[in-house]
């Protein structure tokens, strides 16, 4: 049974998460969550003791889980690594351009923001790219690969898609997105084929 | 002739961007950029009449002129584009691995954290990004790929690089930029041998 106490982290932690993908970490105030959240006032340092870096913490959790979440929903749905990639790129085109391009990865801003200054932050960071790398890595391996060059592409898949997201914001098109998807397939196959071919 | 009042403009733009690099944007004052800079209380109004944007813009703008500079002469060293890629991906290696992880895009983390509210940060954030495909792709075209192919291409070379970036700061490890030089390479490679093979 969830809480009323529950709910309203729960909602904390979507809406620091969300004004996060659209201003940043240094720029989300903490009056503006609460607003967001229609949360009392008090309610973060309720649920968060340490405050804003814990809201943080919290929201980068959030976002590792819901995108590992669409990166096991395109695995299950599609056929093969470079399938499942080029359906979870697509199912983040439609949320980033249905936002207006207003939408970017919280993970990333708040690499860029606050690596340098807190590494509770960073570690959480980290560990939100490794949810993503593992599963990615696994889908490559299951095809033939070698644990090593699986994790390896898997690292580069992951950083694409982070820049394409980025790219497109800043042009406000879906195309850097598109011509992720194609090549991260592209070159997925080509590895696998030439593991395929060795064999 | 490069007078006092240019100097003070340079230094106060060189400081803005490294601060945005650490900091990001919005955790960059305006009193930090003074100090950084070394220059006296009101020059920021005098140079940028508009104030923090005026100066972030001025940041992006020379932050896309430095990585210009990188690629061009990455491109006037190296043995083709894949090399030039590898090249130019290398020194930017040494130079995020060298500040201890502490330096990140200032490209990437203004588009993310302004994207939404300013129109004038993200035109120049997309003319820096272009500043980057443009010659990426020529160099691609000059290895025989058509013009669109070359492009999406060179959309996909800067986000991965942009991507590894963010993620080398998350993991305080050279190793996704590492990944993403080889794999561009071998992409490169891959792409500019089908153009070859079909002649």
């Not at 599609?78 to 499942?84: E, N, P, S």
């Not at 997201?165 to 998807?181: D, G, M």
Request: net charge negative; proline share 3%; hydrophobic share 50%.
């Amino acid at each position: 049974m969830t809480s009323k106490g529950d709910l309203t982290r729960s909602r904390l932690s979507a809406s620091m998460l969300e004004l996060i993908q659209t201003s940043g970490y240094s720029g989300t105030g903490l009056n503006a969550v609460i607003d967001h959240a229609g949360a009392p006032k008090g309610s973060v340092y309720f649920h968060f003791p340490d405050g804003k870096e814990g809201l943080g913490v919290a929201a980068v959790d959030l976002a590792a889980t819901q995108f590992a979440q669409l990166i096991a929903e395109a695995a299950a749905s599609a056929g093969g690594a470079a399938a499942a990639v080029r359906a979870a790129v697509e199912a983040l085109t439609a949320i980033v351009s249905d936002s207006d391009y207003r939408l970017g990865c919280p993970v990333s801003v708040v690499t860029l923001e606050m690596g340098a200054e807190s590494q509770r932050l960073r570690n959480a960071c980290a560990a939100a790219f490794e949810s993503w790398i593992a599963p990615t890595a696994a889908l490559l391996e299951a095809e033939g690969l070698d644990a090593a060059p699986a994790r390896s592409l898997a690292t580069v898949v992951v950083s694409t898609i982070e820049g394409a997201v980025i790219l497109a914001r800043a042009t406000r098109s879906a195309q850097p997105l598109t011509s992720a998807a194609d090549v991260l397939a592209e070159l997925i196959d080509v590895r696998c084929q030439k593991v395929g071919g060795a064999q």
